[in-house]
């Protein structure tokens, strides 16, 4: 599994998950402590996961995450730090997962593109961002 990890300073903005090969054991992209828990588990087949659901804990949580999977199509994507300031572009194809935790982005369509995006929700709108 290869990584592409965009950072301004000491904060990371996003990670970028490279499409291909997959890892043969459980890996997490995002660490323990990130908002968002992303990664990839893997299991034998026979393997059972018990039935199960999760407990409600209170979170608190500033900002949203997200996670988008580019379905099909290529897009570049701009990066920007917390003051909106530009800090990369990259290229996005299919199989790319990103896992955007901080900072600001933009897309460019580069084909016609479909993306599966994850985020935290209730979506209140527009008026959630702020555009610059």
């Known amino acids: 599994m290869t990584v592409d990890v965009v950072r301004s300073g000491d904060a990371i903005l996003c990670y970028i998950v490279r499409g291909g090969?997959?890892?043969?054991?459980?890996?997490?992209?995002?660490?323990h402590d990130a908002t968002l828990q992303v990664g990839?588990?893997?299991?034998?087949?026979g393997y059972e996961i018990a039935r199960h659901e999760h407990r409600?804990?209170?979170r608190h949580i500033t900002g949203?995450?997200?996670?988008l999977l580019v379905q099909r199509g290529r897009c570049e994507m701009d990066v920007y730090d917390g003051r909106q300031r530009f800090v990369?572009?990259?290229?996005?194809?299919?199989?790319?997962?990103?896992?955007?935790?901080g900072g600001g982005h933009?897309?460019?369509?580069?084909?016609?593109?479909?993306?599966?995006?994850?985020?935290?929700?209730p979506y209140g709108g527009v008026d959630e961002k702020v555009l610059f």
């Open 64 to 67: 949203t995450a997200e996670v």
């Open 21 to 31: 090969e997959l890892p043969a054991a459980t890996a997490f992209v995002t660490p």
């Open 40 to 45: 990839h588990i893997v299991h034998p087949r």
């Open 88 to 101: 990369a572009t990259r290229e996005l194809r299919v199989g790319d997962i990103v896992v955007i935790l």
């Open 106 to 121: 933009g897309f460019r369509m580069l084909e016609d593109t479909v993306l599966l995006e994850v985020k935290e929700g």
């Open 56 to 58: 409600p804990e209170e």
